[in-house]
């Protein structure tokens, strides 16, 4: 084994540690980066999964739900962009943090990142393992939970394979699945505001307004659970930085990509739901929204109703139902991505096992790491679902308060960071207000969600009379820190500082290949 260093010329501070550790440079543009941060989101899966829930709260007020849950994700990008352009490094919040708060802190918060992924894969897997069945008509085999694990452990191991031979291969599968996803989504709004105009939507139907995009008369608590309901599913977009050591200008390309995802994101769920209120109403029968039967996936109770019959109309069904498929297969290889590149950091200055530094000497991407992603998230997801399926479902509403821990930990550090270089008003703005204020924002909606979730009505399962959720996401947090302070033991250089500042990081890059 040999170890892959950069040329003396290219040392430039943080950044290049960056350039040290084997992946292919130049491998993806600005828009390849935002195409895999708006695929990582899994946006029509997201709107499917969460509009009804919304609606029922916050009825007509949707929109302006997903406008406010918007604000804190745009204010956390511009911390990931302005600490890319600093370090572009594949660890992220991981590598920031520690740099900004110590080596622990930073620890904790690639912690954040893999558990928040490996939970999240989970049910990705299990929805497309579904998905996939109706999609044929296999609606018995849709139902088995035998059977949608089996399949959804065969979508990661061919994700995890299509991330392991990189990031282009990657990249070129995003553009189609993505591509389908926007289509239908697109044509979902398209037919239904269309039969608003025209006074052919069924009854119960709203003509849009502008009052829907603010949220006055929203009591505070409702509003609150909305938002947590809704700030969740802009998650992912951070893997458009993930990959900036892969990116062809990795100081700007990925901040950029990370911007316009989050922008982009907010376009396709404010139009999807104000067209889907629309057309649906907030009626607690039928179509309606505020129909408890329909808030699972609006769109598979909405389609018939919206594309009509004929063999257009069929077409159009089949694709949106192609479109969640898509939805969930695409975040199932994002997913991937980010995480593997976490863990690569992590071996690459010994803050775990340096075998999970290894590069694979043909595809150059992170062989070890993305394996051994692939590998823990089917065991946990074959394993919580032989438990129970309860508590694999409060797994991932827990996987909220990860989201929220790690995403503020960086808008806290781009402010620390910052904090004594600070030269213009736009310095002062976009490295310190914003970040802080996205920090500060994302831990209120953490102590809120610590409040909703120990609540032992929520969710589905009771753990020594608080909820599960917070059981599960406050649990996975502490599991982390117990797992840092044993390999503290073990290995204590990276916990010294040793391994973090100005030193090569300790990358292999493998002689045989897989």
Not at 256 to 275: E, G
Not at 351 to 373: G, Q
Not at 471 to 479: E, R
Not at 485 to 502: C, K, Q
Request: aromatic share 12%; charged share 10%.
């Amino acid at each position: 084994m040999t170890t892959d260093a950069a040329s003396p010329s290219a040392q430039r501070d943080y950044g290049d540690l960056a350039l040290e550790k084997g992946l292919k440079q130049g491998t993806v543009g600005l828009l390849g980066s935002v195409v895999i941060g708006i695929a990582s989101t899994a946006p029509a899966y997201s709107l499917a999964a969460t509009l009804g829930f919304v609606v029922i709260v916050v009825g007509v007020k949707a929109p302006s739900i997903m406008l406010l849950a918007f604000v804190p994700m745009y204010l956390v990008a511009t911390a990931y962009a302005e600490l890319n352009k600093r370090d572009p490094d594949c660890g992220t919040t991981f590598t920031w943090a520690a740099r900004a708060f110590g080596p622990r802190t930073g620890w904790l918060g690639g912690w954040g990142i893999i558990a928040a992924d490996v939970i999240v894969m989970a049910n990705l897997a299990q929805i497309a393992g579904q998905y996939g069945f109706l999609l044929f008509g296999l609606d018995g085999l849709a139902e088995s939970t035998f059977w949608t694990t089996f399949a959804g452990v065969c979508w990661i191991a061919v994700m995890t394979w299509i991330c392991y031979i990189g990031l282009e291969v990657s990249a070129r599968v995003q553009y189609v699945l993505l591509s389908v996803e926007i289509v239908t989504l697109v044509s979902f709004a398209a037919f239904a505001l269309v039969k608003v105009a025209r006074g052919t939507a069924p009854a119960g139907s709203l003509h849009p307004s502008w009052s829907w995009l603010w949220p006055s008369g929203i009591g505070f608590s409702d509003a609150l659970t909305a938002l947590l309901l809704a700030i969740f599913i802009y998650w992912g977009w951070d893997t458009s930085v993930s990959i900036n050591e892969e990116s062809d200008n990795p100081e700007k390309t990925p901040g950029r990509a990370a911007i316009l995802s989050t922008v982009l994101l907010l376009a396709i769920y404010v139009v999807v739901s104000v067209a889907t209120v629309a057309f649906a109403g907030v009626g607690t029968t039928g179509i309606g929204l505020g129909n408890e039967a329909n808030a699972d996936d609006v769109f598979n109770a909405l389609g018939a109703s919206v594309f009509g019959g004929g063999a257009v109309g069929q077409a159009f069904e089949v694709l949106l139902l192609v479109s969640v498929l898509t939805s969930a297969s695409a975040s199932t290889q994002t997913t991937i991505l980010p995480t593997a590149r976490t863990s690569l950091a992590m071996g690459a200055y010994r803050a775990i096992p340096a075998r999970f530094a290894r590069i694979h000497p043909r595809f150059r991407s992170p062989s070890v790491s993305t394996l051994w992603m692939g590998g823990a998230s089917i065991v946990f997801y074959v394993g919580l679902t032989l438990i129970s399926d309860n508590v694999l479902q409060d797994s991932i509403l827990a996987v909220g308060l990860m989201i929220a821990f790690y995403y503020g930990m960086t808008g806290f550090a781009c402010a620390w960071q910052f904090r004594h270089d600070l030269h213009s008003a736009r310095d002062v703005v976009m490295r310190l207000v914003f970040p802080l204020l996205g920090g500060l924002l994302l831990l209120g909606v953490f102590i809120e969600a610590c409040i909703q979730y120990a609540d032992p009505d929520y969710g589905y399962t009771v753990i020594f009379g608080v909820g599960g959720v917070f059981v599960i996401g406050i649990g996975t947090l502490l599991l982390g820190a117990v797992l840092m302070f044993v390999y503290n033991a073990i290995a204590p250089a990276f916990f010294r500082g040793e391994t973090l500042h100005g030193e090569k990081p300790d990358v292999v890059l493998e002689q045989s290949e897989v």
